[in-house]
DNA sequence: CAATATAATATACAAATGTAGTTTAAAATT
DNA sequence: AATTTTAAACTACATTTGTATATTATATTG
């Protein structure tokens, strides 16, 4: 899905991409992402325009590759690699690091949310419905319960925790994660 | 919320709006909402593009206002009104209510969603998190599960509810509402 | 190191955007 | 029906967008 392979990527490359990401990161800080021009960023950025044409079509798509980039993180570290818990385990073990690495960057989601063209804290629902779908189809799993359909649940649950996540974010006075975390265990009736 | 209340709206406004609604949603099945300028809008709608302005600050409040307008149909037709019911009975006639609400516009909604700029079947999702969330609070609800925060609740059930629905929209080959609903009867543990 | 490939910059331009100020037409009010 | 109010249309303009083309600078390759 929102795999980003910057490998092949020229050093000069990496470096615009890094400016122009840096730059918007900066600015969302600022004023609400509607209000940027594409000429902002590069001003801040000190990239020239057509440069970040060649790379983004749109202010839009410099938003999605920032996120893209952070959903790899995401995925990355808050899975679990425990291959011998059930998915109950998994699933709260998954949560639980997924709402901290989104309270560890407050700021810049809630800028997103906020920001009228909110591109898509759901790539990271896609992205994550994939992972878990892949999990949950494995035997082990489908043992437990073989009457759910594993891409069903994927798409529940994190569907689910990412409108928790929204809600939480948004929340002036968000309650705590754990608070959060033993409501959400009485939603999992698999085990 | 999503609350649209035209009552006060000048006659000549109501047209104006229903004309550049309507442009939209021809639009849409044409080509990209990306691709889509306020200009083409405007053209299609017989409306002068400074009129257009007067209304929405861009094409963006437009796509939002037309689909605040589904998400309040969508509210008031398939949340069921038996009081008589528990929480249980309750999700899944709403569940299948919105499910063939959605299915019934689903080239629509498709649309909106591949569009890049998706401005927000989440909207329907704030808003009926606000009346589950509501609903769920009732003294009858609280007493048969009163460990649970309605609030928490209520994001949680809309959230998955709707990442399914966004899933099932995608899908090519989605599966039947009655599979589907078959599947989500499972993931409710409340009675 | 020299040669080659390619990314960044520079310049220019047509189209779209967003916003003034003004005029005209059609509602609502008396 | 006449008056007042206000929305739509019109005109004009500065800015931004997206693209095409040519030039310069910098990685990469041999």
């Not at 910057?6 to 990161?25: F, I, N, P």
């Not at 709260?92 to 560890?104: E, G, I």
Request: net charge neutral; with cysteine.
């Amino acid at each position: 899905m929102g795999q980003i392979n910057e490998e092949h990527l020229d050093m000069r490359q990496r470096k615009t991409r890094k400016l122009l990401v840096g730059a918007l990161s900066e600015l969302m800080e600022e004023k609400p992402f509607q209000q940027l021009s594409v000429t902002d960023i590069c001003r801040r950025a000190m990239v020239h325009r057509t440069t970040f044409y060649s790379h983004f079509s749109d202010k839009q798509q410099l938003l999605k590759y920032l996120l893209e980039e952070l959903e790899n993180k995401c995925i990355s570290t808050c899975l679990p690699k425990d291959p011998e818990r059930g998915p109950r385990e998994y699933l709260l073990t998954a949560a639980k690091n997924v709402f901290s690495f989104f309270a560890q960057r407050r700021a810049l989601y809630r800028a997103c949310l906020n920001s009228g063209a909110d591109a898509d804290v759901r790539m990271l629902e896609q992205c994550a419905s994939g992972e878990l779908c892949h999990l949950l189809s494995e035997p082990r799993f489908r043992a437990a319960s073989p009457n759910i359909d594993p891409c069903v649940a994927a798409h529940f649950y994190t569907g689910a925790m990412l409108s928790l996540i929204r809600w939480w974010l948004l929340s002036e006075n968000p309650m705590t994660t754990d608070h959060l975390l033993a409501n959400l265990e009485q939603f999992i009736p698999i085990q």
